[in-house]
C-alpha cells in the first residue's frame, strides 16, 4: 500500500529550527507532487510547501521565506527545513503526496492526495 512516513516534530523554541522529513513508500512513481500542510486547533488546514516533480515550489502565505522544501523523487521522499519559528507554527504538520495530474494541480485544493499521520510541531512561547 502506498504510505507516508513522517518524521522531525517536536518542541522547540521561539527563534529556533526543525527539520521534518517525510518518505513515500508504494508507486512513488505515480507521485507528481509532494509536500507539507498544517493544521493548527480550530483552525483550517493550510499549505505549509508543495514541490512538483519538475521543481515548481508553492509557498504558503505564512511560511515563505521562512521553510524552504526540498525533495527527492527517485526516493520518494521531502525534507521541510524550519526556520525562525514562532508560537504561530504550532500546529500538526502533515506530509502531502499529490498524485493526480499535473492539468489538476492546485496546492491550495489538494484533491487526489495521500496524506501522512500528522507529525506535531510545538513551538515554546
Known amino acids: 500500500q502506498f504510505q507516508l512516513v513522517e518524521s522531525g516534530g517536536g518542541l522547540v523554541q521561539v527563534g529556533g529550527s526543525l527539520r521534518l522529513s517525510c518518505a513515500a513508500s508504494g508507486s512513488i512513481f505515480t507521485i507528481n507532487a509532494m509536500g507539507w500542510y498544517r493544521q493548527a486547533p480550530g483552525k483550517q488546514r493550510e499549505l505549509v510547501a508543495m514541490v512538483t516533480s519538475g521543481g515548481r515550489i508553492d509557498y504558503g502565505d505564512s511560511t515563505e521565506g521562512r521553510f524552504t522544501i526540498s525533495r527527492d523523487n527517485a526516493k520518494g521522499t521531502v525534507d521541510l527545513q524550519m526556520n525562525s519559528l514562532n508560537p504561530e507554527d504550532t500546529a500538526v504538520y502533515y506530509c502531502?503526496?499529490?498524485?493526480?495530474?499535473?492539468?489538476?494541480?492546485?496546492?491550495?485544493?489538494?484533491?487526489?492526495?495521500?496524506w501522512g499521520q500528522g507529525t506535531q510541531v510545538t513551538v515554546s512561547s
Open positions: 502531502a503526496a499529490y498524485r493526480g495530474t499535473m492539468s489538476d494541480y492546485d496546492p491550495r485544493r489538494p484533491y487526489f492526495t495521500s
